[in-house]
């Protein structure tokens, strides 16, 4: 892989992140890449942007980021096209999404540019409302109640069948989410590489299980006022009248691997 055109993001807030970033781009600038960092990293010889949306007409060879899950997610929501991403667990809780930590960052930059690696594609998910589409989530999409006193009537469509039922909200997750939010309700996982989405209701009045449900578009109306949470990091809101559509994105997330691995995620859980 050519390394013309190479982005950098850092967890918010790290200073190991950051000087992480520093260390990475040292290392990129001295392969005669051209290196961008995001505020407020800054490396001689690398060109610093506010944040990833500056880098939408740029054409990118490859994003690293450096951080936990969370700063993962956040790159992946701003990448429209299928730029591959290399995850580097610098200071995440649990890392499930990165491939290797800073200690390995030489290896993986000889085998990226010799082509020694592979592309790990994942369904990512958009929702949409009020004629409004929203940025992309590669794990989940959660819909809840805004009034917390009183308990909402969902009603969940997908391809003929209707699901009806009183519940705290509803989690659409991504086969990548399946180890996320769904997960800790009791959901399955599943394997990173089915084109499937999981339907999770949170605390249903009547037991109701977790539907894994072919990649089609869901349809999601409830009784009350609603957020939308991409990612548990974006949140917009939807009126009780209105149909939440949440549907596959346009272009999958891709992750570089330096060696094929079944079952990635299970592995970062202890299985």
């Known amino acids: 892989m050519e390394l013309h055109n190479v982005a950098l993001v850092s967890k918010v807030g790290s200073k190991e992140s950051e000087d992480a970033v520093k260390k990475v781009a040292k290392k990129l600038l001295a392969k005669k890449s051209k290196v961008y960092t995001v505020s407020p990293v800054e490396v001689d010889g690398a060109k610093k942007v506010n944040d990833l949306e500056e880098l939408k007409n740029t054409k990118l060879d490859l994003t690293i980021t450096l951080g936990g899950d969370g700063t993962t997610l956040r790159?992946?929501?701003?990448?429209?096209?299928?730029?591959?991403?290399?995850?580097?667990?610098?200071?995440?809780?649990?890392?499930?999404?990165?491939?290797?930590?800073?200690?390995?960052?030489?290896?993986?930059?000889?085998?990226?540019?010799?082509?020694?690696?592979?592309?790990?594609?994942?369904?990512?998910?958009?929702?949409?409302?009020?004629?409004?589409?929203?940025?992309?989530?590669?794990?989940?999409?959660?819909?809840?109640?805004?009034?917390?006193?009183?308990?909402?009537?969902?009603?969940?469509?997908?391809?003929?069948?209707?699901?009806?039922?009183?519940?705290?909200?509803?989690?659409?997750?991504?086969?990548?989410?399946?180890?996320?939010?769904?997960?800790?309700?009791?959901?399955?996982?599943?394997?990173?590489?089915?084109?499937?989405?999981?339907?999770?209701?949170?605390?249903?009045?009547?037991?109701?299980?977790?539907?894994?449900?072919p990649d089609e578009k869901i349809e999601i109306i409830s009784s009350h006022d609603s957020n939308i949470i991409m990612d548990a990091q974006v949140i917009k809101t939807a009126r009780f009248d209105e149909v939440i559509t949440i549907k596959k994105y346009k272009k999958q997330a891709v992750f570089v691997r330096l060696k094929k691995q079944g079952l990635r995620q299970m592995s970062k859980l202890g299985f």
């Not at 200690?103 to 409004?132: E, H, N, P, W, Y």
């Not at 589409?133 to 009603?155: H, V």
């Not at 996320?180 to 084109?195: F, M, T, V």
């Open 75 to 213: 790159t992946f929501r701003y990448l429209e096209n299928e730029v591959p991403n290399l995850a580097i667990n610098v200071g995440g809780n649990r890392g499930i999404l990165s491939e290797i930590t800073i200690s390995q960052i030489d290896t993986a930059i000889d085998q990226i540019i010799a082509d020694k690696i592979f592309l790990d594609k994942r369904t990512r998910v958009v929702a949409s409302c009020g004629g409004q589409d929203f940025p992309p989530a590669l794990n989940e999409i959660y819909i809840n109640r805004q009034n917390l006193t009183k308990t909402s009537l969902f009603e969940i469509k997908f391809q003929s069948d209707t699901v009806t039922q009183k519940m705290d909200g509803v989690i659409v997750s991504t086969p990548s989410g399946s180890t996320g939010h769904s997960y800790s309700l009791g959901g399955p996982i599943l394997h990173e590489s089915l084109d499937v989405l999981i339907i999770t209701p949170v605390a249903p009045v009547n037991k109701l299980p977790s539907i894994v449900v």
